[in-house]
């Protein structure tokens, strides 16, 4: 820390961040465009200009650029001097000269940081009196909205999209006025990141098109805290909702896991919340069809059903802790499932268990920007978690910052670190038996079939430390990549090894767990990560079940209760029909119409996380808790409603109803000792701030009784929820201070698009005001003692006359329930075949998945060996998703067909 | 190094010593330089010449002097990015401290000369279109301000400016002049030209406004930095 003077103020401020962090850190009103906390500095906008004086004698000063200046014990700086004022006054005025000055009918209009900076100077007449040039706008995809002549040429797109996210596609062209920030023609965005764009841009050049649909204004939106549950990592967001409409999904900052930044599955996942897929009412099968009852008589129904006979409870990773806990309560901990088939069910366990008993700690996707020697050991982390892969993707930038050190440059001057570690190599190794979107960033990126990774991964623990076990018969080229890899990680400060489930290897988990040990044993403090399937495959793991593929064989006769579960995504089409045959009655609870919704004999319409409330654990083993933004007409309720009402219908009476969502939760705490923290995940319904409740809608929102006025003149109470802490209305408190949890929006004084965030950390990039958000349930043995999985699985060797089968896991199209909305089906491209091997173009292959037949279009992918292919999970066929070996027809391209998709 | 002019210098001094190459030159710094003369002289051209030599000599015995019928009004002692001086600095000492003192600079040492049937807010108007175009688009001052200047100049050149025009370009001077506030010195260089002639052609200047009608909102034809 160091003191230095603002406007005659003395203030401590850190010295490694540069004067703007500092000013806005001391709480100065300081405009800037350029600069971004994530992206640092490089000087492009000059609005951040102050005089800095050479010391206290200096009356006249000069004018400096905040941004690029570092902070040095004694400075003296003024923001307030009138020369600096007019300055940054004028600098608006400049950039203004080209604006359309179009806010009324402009989207980022009431958030934008271009109206805030404007106000924030004082600038407000225009004297340009000339024509304005203009610019033609780019259809950029489903994503994103294209208005260049609004842009202030703050060089922030192309920095984000460029530097940090590693896209290629997205440039700036030509020179002066005139520069030109797109694609070089029209074209779909292709980073999986593009959605950022949209809250990077300070002004309203790129805006969010799906939310431009049903577009309203900022202040006119409750917004509530959530976590996105497309993926198993867990990013923080915030969800805006009106008139019962989801309108779109914004980044939640949580300093340790997703901080600036969402994938664009995030971002643009949640449609499926509007689509007419949910459901909406209690419902019977009738014909194939669903066809609406009143709730009660649903309940009724199963009262009969459910009132003797075996409960046998499917629960689901991508429900809800409570929902699922409540299910097992309901059907006995015997009866209950984790709703995961083998081998993912086995797999997500040992994930679980190997983290649980590492001496490596599960790394934060925040640690894992800063590691400087890292392997990704058989995963494509950048189709599996996919911001995940953009934190690694940070790690090639560890070895810039080392660059500029050695030159004394700070690490937030952008500019001179990059062309620093222009030639420096990247500190990241990867795996994998196919090409992924990391290789780029990687020093080495490896081709390898799964279980040859695995024997990477055991020889590479071998040689850090020996008494791990080797893998024999390594070829020349893989002895040296493990010494290589071995030595890179013992060198490195912070060792960071992630692996997945995408192989649904055993032998990938237990090797990275070896090389963890390894290190450990070598007084080393590795992290690692194991990328898991779903919002809550970690939860479903720790509260335990049996597999599918174990209630196959008990839930003859049974009642077979499933919670918010797609089983059709899980067993092939025999076994499906098994279970549900089988079974003396179907059950189901979700909120969308599935293929196992249709074979019901009753339906309850459950709530949608954004209806209700509840807590997932994400990959790194951090319990988070999601609050409803939506109030839904009944029948709605969250699943674990209706699964006490279930309960009371059957006279099921160990279940009590749960009046509130604090209730079940302190329950789950006190029966399940592993949950026992997931109470401090975030305060509590009755939460207050300064002896108020916390608000969910700006003081401004307008049409709170004219909305409805089309229905009903007449007033009525605002919607209420017992299980959230945040009121439906404007009424209540909200401060920088609230909860980290609790923000369900970013607004200061001032400062009204999602920059005003600054306000709310207690330092840049640094903590939440108010404290965490989640809380991490899972956490390594810091001195275990080395205990090594010996089992080294033999090479992978082809065979005559068949294919391995590799599942390709994508970003957009093989995720359950972003495929239900329309903008992320929109992205998803079409299911082929990869086949290493030649094959003819217009090619399609028939091939046995699961026991069903397909046909689809193929491709060769000279990266794969032969003997290997690749499919698309859940595509093609609906439940296929693990490795395995098939028999490819191959087809001529005079005979295609209709090619099948299972989406 | 990526300057042709310095560079060429460096086999002659390997060759010859440093002794031949101070030698050369007539003042303190050493070795010759590329001047040069632009505008209405009998024969504009590039001269190598002693360092320090007047620009006297380079214009009346190198570029012939003036053409008939045109008198030197001022002139751009080293290029386009450097200050106006009068003609009664048409005999300085081309070194490196008397511009300044002037003050103007040596530049490049290409002299650009404004005769007295020239009009110097077309001359400024000009220059100013060459340094908005130039502009690379990355800073604000630079990018966004240098076209406003050019597209103010276009107006009170072709009689359609007002007095708040002056205003603005006095504004613009001031603003992006100063070293500092621009990433790189390309603006500054656009500023030098157009602070001294505010300055020296005022009256120019005041009597363009003073018979003008400006418009409200105006597309000036060639406004646009293309």
Redesign the interface.
Known sequence: MAKIVIDGREVEARTDVNLLQACLEAGKDLPYFCWHPELGSV?????C?VKQYANADDKRG????ACMTPVTEGAIFSVDDPEAK??RG??VE??M??HPHDCPVCEEGGECHLQDMTVMTGHRER?????K?THNNQELGPFVKHEMNRC??C?RCVRFYRDYAGGEDLG?F??????YFGRHESGTLESPYSGNLIEVCPTGVFTDKPFSKMYSRKWDMRGAPSVCSNCATGCNTIINERAGKVRRTLNRYNDEVNRYFLCDRGRFGHGWVNAPTRLRSAGYVINGDMTPVPAQAALDHFGKIAATGKLVGIGSPRASLESNYALRKLVGAENFSTGMAEPEHSLVKLAVSLLGSSPARIATMHEMETSDGALILGEDVSATSPRMSLALRQIKRTAFNKAADQARVPHWMDASVRTLGQDTVSPLFVVSPTVTDLDGFAQDAIRAMPENAARLGFAIAHRIDSSAPDASDLTEAETASASRIAEALLAAEKPLLVSGLQYASAALLQATANIASALAAKGKTPLVSFVLPEGNSMGLALMGGLSLDEIVSRSADATLIVLENDLSRRLDTVRFNTLIDNAANLVVLDHSVTPTAIRSQVTFPSAAYTETDGTLISAEGRAQRFFQVVYPDAPLQAAWRWIADMAQAAGRSHVKPWAKLDDLIAEIATIMPVFARIPEAAPASDYTLEGVPLRSQTHRVSGRTAIRANISVRDIPPPASPDTPLHSTMEGSYSTDMPGTLVPFYQVPGWNSEQSLNRFQQEIGGKMRGGDCGVRLVEGVANAAASYAMDVPSAFVPRVGQFMLLPEARVFGTDEMSMMAQPIADRAAPAVVRIGGAVAKGSQVRLSLNGEVFTVDAVSDPTLPEGVATCPPHMVSRSWSAPGWVSLEMTAPAERVETESAV | MNNIETFSNIPHILANGTEWYLGLSACVDGGTKLYGVSGRAKRPGVFELPLGTSLGVILNECAGGMQDGYKLRAFLPGGASTAFLGAEHADIIMDYPTPEKAGSRLGTGLAILLDDKTSPIGMIRNLEHFFAQESCGWCTPCRDGLPWVERLLIAIEEGRGTPEDIERLHDAARLIGPMGRTFCAHAPGAIAPLASGLKMFAEDFQRMVSKSTPGTVESGAAGQAA
């Open positions: 000087g492009a906008c000059r609005q200009a000069r004018i400096v650029m007019e300055f004028e600098v400049w950039l000269t080209n004297r340009y009196r000339f024509d040039r202030i040429s060089y700036v030509s020179a002066h006025n005139n520069v």
